[in-house]
């Protein structure tokens, strides 16, 4: 296991964040790319089949071709963002050895990966894909809070103490490394990421951190950073370190990846999007291997979902 070195551990303590310069070869990306290009290029036939669109857009390539499909059809940028795709080419990122080598220097040997992994098609002044300053984990809070709210889970209502949902307020207070992993070169113009480092020391601004451009006041001396990357470079960010994402002014889709993952002895975070255990001392025999495998689970919680009638 090779996992960070001491000054980059040191760098994720104290600043919330490294930057892993080509960590990947852009190669080991490339089946990735293809695997994204084909579900293009089938959203593109499906809906130019059903007239949605004007034209199957086959002389764009994988920088503009979303984009241009999404201007005749809006909808089709929620076939393909989040955690829609599955296939082998994203599996092997999820379970990547120098990934989870890394994630198991900080949550310990036993690594879930959260199925919360996004692949971001950021479509040039797109407003839903851009992100106002945020740190990972409270903004899943507020979501927490919303469901509760959503599904009438009040604090006197029993279930609410119960098992599910201990389960998830449970977990905000573990380590959850994400790593953001563009697919494109990304830079101020298309909308690369800025950190605020050291802000992931602060208590979480729960409330006031969806101001646009405006950091609580006891965070106004850190500076932000902007992390321009290459295709290949990796951004590792801790789970509290406030992060933006800033409108895309290019031309092109700033496509990126991001994978979030947690100690798999702890409860998991997300229920609806299961996760899956990525390595394991404990439990080997569970350790997913394959997209299938992985598939195999997202696919009975939607089937449980849908049977149940259980909106979790
Ligand atoms: O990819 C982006 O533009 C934003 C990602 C982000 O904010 C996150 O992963 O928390």
Known sequence: MSGLT?????????KG???????????????????INNS??????????????????EDHGFDTRLMKIIEDAPDAYDALVGSVLMGPELFKILSHSRLIDIVEGIVGPEVHCEGRHRLRP??????????R??????YAAKRITYVQQQYGLGDEDPRAGGRFMSRIVAAPQMAEPNFWIPLVPVNEENGCLHV??????????????????????ELDYLEPVVIPMKVGDALLMHQHVPHVSPPN???G????????????TRPVKSIREPGFLARSQERPQDVVTDHQGYQQIRNAVAEFREKSGIRF
Do not use: C, M
């Not at 070869?25 to 089946?31: A, C, H, I, N, R």
């Not at 293009?40 to 857009?57: F, H, L, T």
């Not at 889709?253 to 798999?264: A, H, L, P």
């Open 6 to 14: 001491a000054d980059q551990r040191s760098q994720y303590d104290d």
């Open 17 to 35: 964040y490294v930057l892993l310069e080509a960590i990947f070869q852009p190669q080991e990306l490339k089946g990735l790319i293809d695997e």
């Open 40 to 57: 293009v290029d089938q959203i593109a036939k499906s809906y130019y089949a059903n007239e949605s669109i004007r034209s199957k857009y």
């Open 122 to 131: 950021k479509l040039p002044n797109y407003g839903v894909a851009d992100f």
């Open 133 to 138: 300053w945020h740190e990972d984990t409270a």
């Open 196 to 217: 605020l480092p050291g802000g992931h020391k602060h208590t979480p601004p729960y409330e006031n951190q969806w101001e646009p451009n405006k950091f609580l006041p």
């Open 249 to 251: 002014q290019s031309n």
């Open 253 to 264: 889709v700033r496509w990126s990846v991001d994978i979030r993952y947690q100690d798999g």
